[in-house]
T-cell receptor
Framework: DAGVIQSPRHEVTEMGQEVTLRCKPI?????LFWYRQTMMRGLELLIY????????DSGMPEDRFSAKMPNASFSTLKIQPSEPRDSAVYFC?????????????FGPGTRLLVL | AQSVSQHNHHVILSEAASLELGCNYS??????LFWYVQYPGQHLQLLLK??????LVKGIKGFEAEFIKSKFSFNLRKPSVQWSDTAEYFC??????????FGSGTRLQVQP
C-alpha cells in the first residue's frame, strides 16, 4: 500500500492567497484526520471525517479554513485568505474502524510557508 | 477533554544509554495509547500502541512502553539507544472520539 499521500509537500505563498492542501487516505480507511504542527502549539487536530462526513471541526481555527471530502479517496484543506500565522506543517492521517482499536497512519505532511 | 503531558522536552543521551520518556494523560475512561516518532524532516511513524491486555507493549526498533493505569502513565523505554534514535517522540491518546490528542513531544538527541 502506498500509505497516506499528501500534496504538495512544500508550499510557499504570499499573504492573502488561497492555499489548497490535498490528501489521499489509505485505500479502505473510513476515517480521515487533518492535523497541524507548529512550534508554539505542537500537534493539534483541525477536523476529522468518517465516511466522508465531517464529524468534528472544532479545531478549525476560523472561517478562513475549510475542509472537504468529496469521496472516500480524496480530501482537501483550504485556507482563504492565507496569513503568515498559518505557516505550519499540515498532516493528514487515516484509520480504519476496528471496534475502538483504530490506529492512525500519517502522511508525509505539507510544509506551508506564508510570507 | 483529555490532555497529555510529556514532561521531558529535551533529552540528551550517549549511545548505549538507557532511555525512559515520561507520558501522563488525564482522562477517566478507557483510553488507547500510542507513541509516535518523528525523525528530522519526516512524518510521524507509529512506534507502538496499547489498547488492552498486557500493560507492557513492545514496538519496533527495540522500544517498549508500560501502561500503569493507577498512575495514568504510559512511559516509553529502550534499554540501549543508538545515534539513529535521534528524533522527536510523541505520546498520544484516543478515546471514543477517535481523534488523537498529542503531548508536546520530547526531543531526543543521542550523541555518538
Amino acid at each position: 500500500d502506498a500509505g497516506v499521500i499528501q500534496s504538495p509537500r512544500h508550499e510557499v505563498t504570499e499573504m492573502g492567497q488561497e492555499v489548497t492542501l490535498r490528501c489521499k487516505p489509505i485505500s479502505g480507511h473510513d476515517y480521515l484526520f487533518w492535523y497541524r504542527q507548529t512550534m508554539m502549539r505542537g500537534l493539534e487536530l483541525l477536523i476529522y471525517f468518517n465516511n466522508n462526513v465531517p464529524i468534528d471541526d472544532s479545531g478549525m481555527p476560523e472561517d478562513r479554513f475549510s475542509a472537504k471530502m468529496p469521496n472516500a479517496s480524496f480530501s482537501t484543506l483550504k485556507i482563504q485568505p492565507s496569513e503568515p500565522r498559518d505557516s505550519a506543517v499540515y498532516f493528514c492521517a487515516s484509520s480504519l474502524t476496528s471496534g475502538g482499536r483504530e490506529t492512525q497512519y500519517f502522511g508525509p505532511g505539507t510544509r506551508l510557508l506564508v510570507l | 477533554a483529555q490532555s497529555v503531558s510529556q514532561h521531558n522536552h529535551h533529552v540528551i543521551l550517549s549511545e548505549a544509554a538507557s532511555l525512559e520518556l515520561g507520558c501522563n494523560y488525564s482522562y477517566g475512561g478507557t483510553v488507547n495509547l500510542f507513541w509516535y516518532v518523528q525523525y528530522p524532516g519526516q512524518h510521524l511513524q507509529l512506534l507502538l500502541k496499547y489498547f488492552s491486555g498486557d500493560p507492557l507493549v513492545k514496538g519496533i526498533k527495540g522500544f517498549e512502553a508500560e501502561f500503569i493505569k493507577s498512575k495514568f502513565s504510559f512511559n516509553l523505554r529502550k534499554p540501549s539507544v543508538q545515534w539513529s534514535d535521534t528524533a522527536e517522540y510523541f505520546c498520544a491518546v484516543s478515546t471514543g472520539r477517535r481523534a488523537l490528542t498529542f503531548g508536546s513531544g520530547t526531543r531526543l538527541q543521542v550523541q555518538p
